[in-house]
């Protein structure tokens, strides 16, 4: 018998492959496989009083591809890890380290979606709010979709803004200026690029991003958590969403229905917006975005891919044998 073999991709890997074409071009796949409903997701999340874990498993025909991430979290110590197999036969592909994973994912595809609604040939100025690292990978890909003439970040904490403008403002080239309000980060912002960890309550009103003509707001994604205030969806020019549960998880969505009435039939998904012809709107266009497991899977598989063309990567037996049923 034969034993399949599977890549084994470190967090050395992850980061010497994770190229803006790989990231962006798995963001554009992962859409597409989205709005055509041809996948099966599902997930499990469990936890005692030490220790929480959470299983998010996808299939994807088009891909023939099988897999899950898993991520378990004591106290501040998380590691994460993404297992990948072929649909059609069972048989082990991958195992993924997972770390970078979530934070590319969902900054490929706000760059995807905001890089569709900006002007052939524009430059534009970035406000971002947050200085974590969604916000850093989310510039970092915003960079790689449109070109960023300006930026101004805002944290509440003076020393992590300044170390976001120094550390990306070197590896982009591009000026980064910290500022000390939210307001002064997107005044004169053609992309609000919202990155927080959504811990408190909401902060953006529709008056405070109605001269922003592209919002992408990625830091909420549970019922507990809210960056814009219902306002800002009801009044929206548009809504794109990168996936159907975006339209009843996040809080800032679930403000929006019970307080200002928002019809979540208006909202579009990312892979259906990506085939209309890019449009100018009278009005903020706000993506909103929550991750999903797909988004993860794609991303790994795009990975493993390069990989494969590299030499990038080392190979192993695979542990879980084989039983034939009857």
């Not at 170390?163 to 992309?191: H, K, M, N, S, W």
């Not at 990312?270 to 009278?282: K, N, Q, V, Y």
């Amino acid at each position: 018998m034969t034993v399949p073999q599977m890549l084994l991709l470190d967090e050395h890997d992850v980061d010497a492959l994770t190229t803006p074409a790989v990231a962006l071009g798995a963001a554009r796949r992962t859409a597409e496989i989205v709005a055509s409903g041809d996948l099966t997701t599902d997930r499990v999340q469990v936890g005692d009083e030490l220790i929480w874990s959470r299983f998010l498993v996808g299939i994807l025909p088009p891909l023939d591809l099988l897999g899950y991430k898993q991520f378990h979290r004591v106290e501040k110590r998380v590691r994460y890890t993404l297992h990948l197999f072929r649909r059609s036969t069972g048989d082990p592909m991958a195992m993924v380290d997972g770390r970078r994973i979530t934070s590319l994912r969902t900054a490929a595809t706000a760059a995807v979606a905001v890089g569709h609604q900006v002007a052939p040939g524009a430059t534009v100025r970035v406000g971002v709010v947050g200085s974590g690292e969604e916000a850093k990978e989310g510039l970092r890909m915003l960079a790689g979709t449109a070109s960023v003439d300006a930026v101004r970040v805002f944290s509440p904490t003076q020393a992590n803004r300044d170390t976001y403008a120094a550390q990306l403002g070197d590896e982009l080239g591009v000026p980064i200026e910290p500022v000390t309000t939210v307001a002064a980060a997107l005044c004169a912002a053609d992309v609000a690029y919202i990155a927080t960890s959504a811990a408190g309550k909401p902060f953006l009103a529709f008056d405070d991003l109605a001269h922003v003509p592209i919002v992408a707001a990625i830091g909420s994604t549970r019922p507990d958590q809210r960056e814009l205030k219902g306002d800002v969806l009801a009044r929206a020019a548009r809504v794109v969403v990168d996936c159907t549960d975006a339209l009843r998880e996040p809080g800032d969505v679930v403000d929006a229905v019970e307080g200002h009435s928002f019809d979540v039939k208006r909202a579009v998904l990312l892979g259906e917006e990506l085939t209309a012809p890019r449009a100018d709107h009278p009005g903020p266009v706000v993506f909103k975005s929550i991750g999903s497991v797909e988004q993860d899977l794609v991303l790994a598989h795009h990975l493993v891919e390069a990989a494969v063309q590299s030499g990038r990567g080392r190979t192993a037996d695979a542990v879980a044998s084989l039983r034939n049923m009857r």
